[in-house]
């Protein structure tokens, strides 16, 4: 239980890290363009990847295993951004020489969430005219 209660604090700590620093990028950059979500996304990636290397059975770090997984790994960088989670298992399969599973990750997870995306518009834009 105690598990997913740092889950769900790193969550809830990340998520608004998301929310206020994509805000910040939109309102620099603009929000024609989602540099914001972009910019989440490859800081969480570059958070999740360093802190992996630094925690891990070589890493020059020493931290308990929930924090390490539970409240750091999947809380605060899953809250941030979920691309952090897909970016070091993709990265993961890669250094176990699993590169036809990785690329596999890459194509079918932007290719399945892409039609996803799109098929859930769809279904939300028909319930809305059937709604009228």
Do not use: K
């Amino acid at each position: 239980m105690a598990g997913y209660l740092w889950v769900a604090l790193g969550g809830a700590l990340g998520s608004v890290a998301r929310y206020w620093c994509s805000g910040v990028i939109a309102r620099q950059f603009g929000e024609s363009f989602p540099w914001g979500t972009i910019f989440v996304n490859v800081v969480g990636s570059l958070i999740i990847g360093m802190f992996a290397a630094l925690t891990g059975p070589e890493g020059r770090w020493l931290v308990p295993p929930w924090f390490r997984q539970q409240f750091f790994m999947l809380g605060i960088c899953g809250g941030f951004t979920t691309f952090s989670s897909f970016s070091i298992q993709t990265l993961t399969l890669m250094q176990d020489g699993e590169w036809l599973y990785a690329g596999m990750n890459v194509l079918v997870s932007v290719a399945i969430c892409l039609f996803a995306v799109w098929l859930g518009h769809l279904l939300g834009a028909t319930i809305n005219t059937g709604l009228r």
